[in-house]
């Protein structure tokens, strides 16, 4: 196994209460598989992520990354974050050696590598511009190609594609996907869309919470293309849904007023909102 997480809790404190993020997390990951971990907000996912990347210890439990407990910051380990984290004082390709720098790799050598990433990621045209200069997609691509330079064998990606339009999004999720079978690397993806967990991972992982605990694993086996069109696609992110909404329900009725429930039956559509939708256009 790639990575192995062994009993993981974390708690929280404060001087009102204590919260239990996390309580006896654990799974394995083979080397090689795309894993996404899917879940209600605040039931651990990134904190579960910064403990792997070794940001955060664990109270108890822990992580063994090739056999050996990861006790710090992990090198062979590389986080893509929502947020992009880039240097907006360096222009694409010096945010994309920055980590190679960093460790003292060759001027020529991270500039080969740099390139090659960015072609990888479809930007050598623009290595040469600033990151104000930039889409939200190119972004996150940047972030992607330095996260694949930094040369570390397991990638670990919290929401990266949330702040991103739709059509935006798919083509990264087909850009990524091209990416993990170009470079064999062990993928952990946090991730809120049950589709695009179902569209990417061998298996998905639906956390509970209060306190955030593994409640199913989903085992993605899915013959032909993962699309909506394809039967068996829909009828897993159905499943899934389901049993995430579960999870979002238990949270949301911690937050909302007591007369708060869920629709069981979808969004309800009222006609009369369908303003001059039948009005002809005589211009």
């Not at 050598?109 to 939200?136: C, D, F, I, P, W």
């Not at 739709?166 to 049950?194: C, D, F, P, S």
């Amino acid at each position: 196994m790639k990575l192995i997480l062994d009993g993981l809790s974390k708690e929280f404190r404060a001087k009102s209460h204590n919260r239990v993020v996390l309580d006896d997390v654990g799974f394995d990951i083979r080397s090689g598989e795309f894993v996404c971990l899917i879940g209600p907000s605040g039931c651990g996912k990134t904190t579960l992520l910064n403990i792997i990347a070794g940001f955060e210890k664990p109270d108890r439990g822990q992580v063994l990354l090739d056999g050996k407990e990861i006790t710090g910051v992990a090198t062979e380990i590389s986080v893509i974050f929502q947020d992009y984290a880039l240097f907006p004082w360096l222009n694409v390709l010096e945010n994309v050696e920055y980590g190679m720098k960093m460790s003292g790799i060759s001027r020529a050598a991270r500039r080969e590598k740099a390139l090659k990433y960015l072609k990888m990621v479809h930007l050598t045209k623009h290595q040469n511009a600033y990151v104000h200069e930039l889409s939200g997609g190119m972004k996150q691509r940047v972030a992607i190609a330095r996260s694949l330079a930094s040369d570390a064998s397991v990638l670990l990606m919290d929401e990266p594609f949330a702040a991103l339009d739709y059509q935006t999004r798919r083509i990264l999720q087909a850009e990524l996907q091209n990416i993990w079978q170009k470079t064999g690397k062990t993928m952990l993806l946090v991730t809120h869309n049950v589709e695009e967990a179902v569209l990417l991972a061998d298996r998905v992982f639906v956390m509970s919470v209060n306190p955030g605990r593994i409640k199913k694993e989903y085992r993605i086996d899915i013959p032909g293309n993962r699309h909506f069109g394809n039967p068996l696609f829909a009828e897993m992110v159905e499943k899934i849904l389901d049993e995430l909404m579960v999870e979002v329900e238990k949270a949301a009725k911690e937050e909302y007023d007591s007369d708060w429930h869920l629709e069981k039956n979808g969004i309800r559509h009222f006609a009369a909102a369908d303003l001059g939708i039948a009005v002809p256009d005589k211009r």
